[in-house]
Every structure is written in C-alpha cells, then in structure tokens.
C-alpha cells in the first residue's frame, strides 16, 4: 500500500458554515445541521462520506472526524449526527455543551473513505449504536437508485436506537431493530448465507463488532472485496514522548493527552492529514531513527510496514522510548 | 505436467496461482484438460471439499486420462463435455442459482479460466476472488483488435487472423471482459515484411 498523494496544505479544503439546527435525538446523541452563511450550495458528496469538523475550545483546536448523514441528493445541508462522549476527548463534549443555533464553525469538503461499491447487486448494512450515521445517507442514495438493500440495527435499548423508529416506519421489511436489553443480536452467520452472489455487506460500529463480521464473512467463504468497515479511532492518551522532526528541525514534546498529530500542529508544523482516525493514510511519515516502541493503532500499515520501524501514522499512533526521528 | 513459470509482463497480463482449499458453503471448480491434476491436488489437501463442489470438466485431447480420477473423487456433482461453450449454459445456471459464499477454482488452459473468470465476476464475483492454477497448454486465446474475431488455440507469434487473415503480432495485452490476448496487424507499414512465426505457446 502507498501512501496517499500528498497536498500542498494539510487537510481536505474548508467550508464556513453556520449551525442551523441542534436537535437532540435522544440522551445521548444530538443532530447538528449546517448551511453555507450565503446559502450557497454545498459541494456534493457521496453517502458514506465525512467531514472533519473544527472547534474551537478554549484556545485549543479540536479537528474531529464525523460522518455525513443528510440526503447527498441535498445540496442545501450537511448533517451530522454525534453521540456524546463523557470519557471522551472532549471533542463530542464541546459539540453537545457549547454549539448552538446560529453559531459560525469551519467543516472540510467531504471524504469518502466509505462508499458503497456500486457494483453490488445487493447491499446489506450492519449498524451498531452511532455507526448508523454513514448507512443513512447510503440509503438515501441507494432509494434514489432503486438498488436493493437492507439494514441490521444493532442498539443497546428502544430509548438509544437513534432513528430506528423513522428507519422501520419508512422502510418497513428492510430495517430489522436488534435490542441489546432483549438480549437480541444480529444473526450474522444465517444472515451472511443466504445473500445473492455480488452481495456488499457494510459494517459501521464498535471494533469489536467490525472485527465479528470480517471474521464470520470470511469463515463463510465471503471475498474480502464485499466486505467494507469504517471505524474511526480516537487518539488515546499515553505517556508523553519527545519526537525530532528533521525537515522542520525542531524537537517537540507530545504531551499526554494530545496525538503526535494534534502535537506537530501545536507546534506550528503543516502535517498532513485527512480523517484524523486512522483510516486514510494521508498522514504516513517516514520514521528517520528510532529506540524504542511504537504504538500503532491504525488501520492502514500492513503488518510488515510495522515491523519494519519505518513508518508510523500521527493521528493515532504513539511512541513509547528516548528516540524517535521523524522525516517530516 | 509440468508447471510453466511465466516471465514477469505487463500489468495486464493475468497471473495464476496455485489452488487452495478456502472456507466456503459451496465449491464450483472448472477444468480443461491438464487442468484436472491440479483439482486432484486441490482434493487431497481437503478430503470434505467434494461432498460440497460442482465440477465443470472439459477433457479437450486428454480423453479419458482424468475421467476416472475426477469420478474417484465423488464429488457432489461432475459434469464432462466437449468443449467450453456447451459447459457454459451449465455455468451460468449453476452461477445463477449460487449464494455468496460460493468458492471459485479455475484450473487449465488460460483461455478456459478467463472465459470462466469472465462469467464469475459478471455473476458479481470479484476477479480477485477466483483461484485459479495454470495447467497444460499456453496456447492463447486471441482477438484480432482489426475485426475484433477471436481465434482460439494460438501458438505461434506471429500468427493469421482466423475471420480477416492479416498477420498479428501476439501482445500480453489482455482484455477480462473478452478473456483474450490483443493481437496487433504486424506488417501495416510495410505490407508482407512479415516475420517467420516462432512457435512461443505450445
């Protein structure tokens, strides 16, 4: 795998936009509606797109990584859906607590990292809890086509499973609500059975569960190229480490509760990045020197790109030891 | 028969592997010829895979050399005909009928594994999910890119257009959707310059 080409300035081009509705879903997740401050059209975007959203919070800068929900048909709204973290970052905090009707913020064009594979003959969606946000516009879509698809909605009760009701009253016989607090759970094998040949499958939820299906799909003899996972990963705090960037020639302290991304910015250096989750692959940097370990937490190295101590991904990964000398 | 090792090519070009059982809910396999050594070889890794697979077998000049070892296997079903177009209404029911979940292995001459690969992905089956193996013949499966004939079976380079007789030049240029090598006019520029054809493909 090689890396994504490279921009000029780090991170996927910008759009001004005004927060024009916050409604809350339910208690834990919240609706945020944007349009252009000149109305304006956004650009079009594919289902399973998302958007990095920038928030300013007390002098720090979250860049956060959110699916697009809205109809792609709609060119006059962005909507993302966020489920509030307590033990979070703080990012989805911020979102629920600070943003409000009418407030300005800076969104970035869409990036689909997630499409739906035209080609399907079928499209079978696996949603667990939040993850339903990308299969909501890949319906919309997919009813614009007339395709065939189907939805397993994974919730943990009734109170928490966000738009299940609207979901299984518009398409009823094609969205099947599983409760956690029933003791109901997707029938994964049966399901993956009986799919015609050229069935997509497309999982969206906790690792745990993205795991599961790749594993069932690939016991019950399914190609690797109809199954499609997105899962965005959260930097996770580590003990700070001191990184040497060659080209910018500086040395710079990753602090505890920061990502070796978020810490090269801080510092002033145009890092490239696309998704911040460890998905894409547009923040690959070459590892210079190294002593000691690094963590990778990524989805985009192959096995023997970590082993070899060449490369690490910045939005998510970390590094535990004296030494690491980056190429950036 | 022994194995062909294929010089490095152009990206287009198709490569094959080396059969393997994988986990499936059923097995499709389809053979020509000397193919059939190498569904034999895929049986004795896995002794359960034939109680599950549709074999395709077409014997071209082996006759019955393998019948009888294809039949030993007891597969769930074994079909045995003439060529690659009477097998093929079979294919496409048996493609038809299938579930995901389905395993494809491919095994023989590169025209019968691009004629079947051609079916599977259009049956919404990625290409790169077909096994194949290559076994027997390298004799090529050719459009002429004049008048677009095919001539099956090409073994020398450079070879006549079976449907419009210019002189081609045999390229690894591959087309999946036709399952056949390009074959470009040779002497164009300078009428009846044509090189001595050297038998390249046996």
């Known amino acids: ?328 | 028969m022994s194995r062909v090792q294929f010089p490095t090519s152009i990206a287009s070009r198709p490569v094959y592997g080396t059969l393997a059982p994988r986990p499936g809910k059923a097995h499709l396999m389809m053979a020509d010829a000397e193919g059939a050594g190498a569904l034999l070889d895929l049986a004795s890794q896995d002794a359960g895979l034939m109680a599950r697979a549709h074999i395709l077998y077409i014997p071209r000049a082996t006759g019955e050399a393998f019948a009888a070892g294809l039949r030993a296997l007891n597969p769930a079903q074994l079909y045995i005909g003439p060529s690659f177009d009477a097998a093929l209404p079979r294919l496409r029911r048996v493609l038809s009928d299938a579930h995901m979940g389905l395993q494809v292995y491919l095994a023989g001459t590169e025209g019968l594994m691009g004629r079947a690969a051609a079916e599977v992905a259009a049956a919404g089956i990625p290409y790169g999910a077909v096994q194949t193996e290559h076994r027997g013949s390298l004799a090529r499966r050719m459009q002429c890119v004049h008048c677009k004939g095919i001539t099956e079976d090409v073994t020398t380079d450079p070879f006549v257009c079976s449907h419009c007789g210019l002189n081609l030049f045999v390229r690894d240029h591959y087309s999946r959707r036709l399952a056949a090598f390009q074959g470009v006019c040779i002497d164009a520029e300078d009428p009846g310059n044509v090189p001595e054809p050297v038998e390249l493909y046996k």
Request: proline share 7%.
């Open chain 1, 1 to 328: 795998m090689s890396a994504a080409p490279q921009k000029a300035k780090a991170g996927a081009e910008k759009i001004e936009v005004i927060v024009s509705a916050v409604v809350p879903v339910n208690d834990l997740v919240t609706r945020f509606e944007f349009r252009r401050p000149d109305g304006a059209p956004f650009p079009p975007f594919s289902a399973g797109a998302h958007t990095v959203v920038e928030m300013k919070d007390q002098g720090r800068t979250r860049l956060n990584p959110y699916s697009l929900m809205s109809d792609p048909a709609d060119p006059s709204l962005y909507a993302i859906s966020v489920r509030r973290d307590d033990q979070g970052r703080g990012g989805s905090l911020f979102l629920h607590r600070q943003v409000k009707p009418g407030d300005r913020m800076t969104i970035t064009y869409p990036v689909n990292l997630f499409p739906v594979d035209l080609r399907g003959r079928k499209h079978v969606f696996l949603a667990g809890g939040i993850g339903i946000t990308p299969f909501l516009a890949m319906i919309a879509q997919l009813e614009k086509l007339g395709a065939r698809w189907e939805l397993h909605y994974s919730v943990r009760n009734a109170a928490l499973g966000s738009y299940a009701g609207d979901l299984t009253a518009r398409h009823p016989g094609k969205v099947r609500v599983y409760h956690d607090d029933q003791q109901q759970a997707i029938p994964l094998g049966d399901l993956l059975d009986g799919q015609p040949l050229g069935t997509h499958v497309y999982v969206c939820g906790p690792k745990g569960m993205i795991d599961w299906v790749h594993r069932t799909a690939t016991e019950h003899g399914w190609p690797k190229d109809n199954v499609h996972s997105e899962e965005f990963l959260a930097p996770q705090p580590g003990t700070p480490f001191e990184v040497r960037l060659c080209k910018s020639d500086m040395t710079i302290l990753v602090g505890e509760n920061e990502s070796l991304l978020e810490a090269m910015e801080r510092c002033g250096v145009d890092a490239p990045f696309l998704c911040r989750g460890g998905a894409c692959g547009q923040c690959e940097t070459d590892v210079v020197d190294h002593d000691g370990s690094f963590i990778h937490r990524d989805h985009w190295l192959e096995d023997d790109q970590r082993a070899s101590g060449k490369k690490i991904m910045p939005c998510v990964s970390r590094f535990v030891g004296p030494t690491l000398v980056l190429d950036r």
